[in-house]
């Protein structure tokens, strides 16, 4: 089975520092991985997905099949970036999302 | 605001009690979603419609829990008999079926229910 693996609960950096969230996932066949984003009294939303390769809100997210990771990096943290994250893909052959369970990064200022 | 929209934001309840919950997708979508959520943890899937029909279920889909999407627009959540684990944010997603492998999921604010 699937299986999405966010190691940190919680990642505290400095404005303008790098970020990296990290996400290993374990899945058979060729996986499309999701990073969605919560903010604060806010909705869940995507934030990216490695398919499409687009880089938002200056996040980035690179899939490396071979360390079967698809880490969040970011150069230089701003402070509106402190919310969940949460790394997901598909259960094989189905719809439904499999989520790890978030990592909460704080910018401070 | 288009988006998905849940009702009640909030249900506070007493064990054994029924419970209720409502989800309006975005309009034009046909697939539907609901997912648990409880402390610390990432959403998990409970059960999927396409249109009005109900494809996928979870494990985690006791038979106390039973969704409907009637007419293949909103759909809900009845929780029967409730129990002090079930207390979670009920969380509702549609998507509308198109080329990609998988669909973007837009989820709505969530329903957080407490079960005293």
């Known amino acids: 089975a699937q299986r999405v693996t966010q190691p940190e609960k919680l990642l505290s950096v400095f404005k303008g520092a790098p970020v990296e969230l990290k996400c290993n996932y374990s899945?058979?066949?060729?996986?499309?991985l999701f990073w969605y984003v919560q903010y604060s009294r806010q909705r869940l939303q995507l934030l990216l997905r490695h398919i499409s390769r687009e880089s938002i809100k200056g996040f980035t997210a690179d899939l490396n099949k071979g360390e079967t990771s698809f880490h969040l990096k970011k150069p230089f943290a701003q402070e509106e970036d402190s919310a969940m994250y949460y790394c997901a893909l598909p259960d094989t052959g189905r719809r439904a999302l499999t989520f790890g369970s978030g990592t909460r990064l704080q910018v401070q200022p | 605001d288009t988006g998905v929209s849940q009702d009640p934001r909030h249900k506070i309840t007493k064990r054994g009690q029924n419970v209720t919950f409502r989800c309006d997708p975005i309009s034009e979508h046909n697939r539907l979603y609901w997912y648990r959520q409880t402390l610390g943890q990432g959403p998990e899937f409970l059960t999927y419609?396409?249109?009005?029909?109900?494809?996928?279920k979870s494990r985690l889909l006791s038979d106390r829990f039973s969704a409907e999407r009637p007419k293949g627009s909103f759909s809900t959540l009845e929780i029967q008999r409730t129990e002090q684990g079930d207390s979670a944010m009920y969380l509702c997603?549609?998507?509308?079926?198109?080329?990609?492998?998988?669909?973007?999921?837009?989820f709505g604010p969530g329903t957080r229910l407490t079960v005293l």
């Open positions: 899945y058979s066949g060729s996986p499309e």
């Open positions: 997603a549609s998507s509308l079926a198109g080329t990609r492998n998988t669909d973007t999921q837009y």
């Open positions: 419609f396409q249109n009005e029909a109900q494809l996928e």
